[in-house]
């Protein structure tokens, strides 16, 4: 079910956490097991990057889920693409932003598997808290370890990683992976939330404060 604690940088325990869909049909059994591990989180507030809510509302079952008991308004559905640079992504990365520098956690960030656009958004959030790469990395890759069973060193898992490191030139703006061993990446990734997802000083100020914890 890809059900996780993130705590790379300055994240708190307990404050954000990422998994595959605890909701979708598709992903079979292991949807009870993430909405039970959903409960026993506390997770007051869902970033769901994979679905709109038209299309989770009307899911088998999901009146029955826990997270079907969250309130209205502390649920976001962006159901975002995969072009990370394009217009509609970044639109789609401030209104998830937005929503978690609103309210306080614990915060579940989700998408169909977990994978992809998820790690995309956590990537940005640890960078932001102070990730190293490696910290980065590795939360990235992980998902593909143990979720989709990806064994370290095949074609598939250096692809992974390959992927992972574009994400961080992508918000970054870095020239290569080289010159990531040389940034501030949490310098960079507020840079990035400012100037390219057109989040204001203060929301990232407050995203960092609910995520640290305090």
């Given at each position: 079910m890809n059900f996780r604690e993130i705590t790379a940088g300055g994240v708190a325990p307990g404050v954000l956490y990422r998994s595959s869909s605890p909701i979708d049909p598709s992903q079979g059994e292991r949807?009870?097991?993430?909405?039970?591990?959903?409960?026993?989180?506390?997770i007051a507030a869902v970033v769901n990057?994979?679905?709109c809510r038209l299309r989770f509302r009307n899911f088998a079952g999901y009146r029955d889920t826990y997270y079907a008991r969250l309130d209205a308004t502390d649920q976001v559905a962006l159901n975002m693409?995969?072009?990370?640079?394009?217009?509609?992504?970044?639109?789609?990365m401030r209104n998830g932003l937005d929503f978690i520098s609103e309210r306080p956690g614990p915060y579940l960030i989700h998408g169909t598997h977990g994978v992809e656009r998820t790690g995309y958004v956590c990537m940005v959030l640890e960078a932001l808290m102070g990730a190293?790469?490696?910290?980065?990395?590795?939360?990235?890759?992980?998902?593909?370890?143990?979720?989709?069973?990806v064994e370290q060193g095949s074609g598939e898992?250096?692809?992974?990683?390959?992927?992972?490191?574009?994400?961080?030139l992508t918000f970054t703006g870095a020239a290569d992976e080289h010159a990531l061993d040389e940034l501030d990446?949490?310098?960079?990734?507020?840079t990035y939330l400012l100037e390219q997802v057109g989040l204001n000083e203060?929301?990232?100020?407050l995203i960092t404060t609910?995520?640290?914890g305090t």
């Open positions: 949807r009870f097991v993430a909405d039970a591990l959903l409960w026993r989180a506390g990057t994979s679905d693409g995969h072009d990370y640079p394009s217009d509609a992504f970044l639109e789609d190293s790469k490696e910290e980065l990395l590795a939360d990235y890759l992980r998902s593909y370890e143990e979720y989709l069973l898992w250096n692809a992974a990683r390959a992927q992972a490191v574009t994400c961080l990446l949490a310098a960079a990734t507020r203060k929301q990232i100020d609910h995520l640290s």
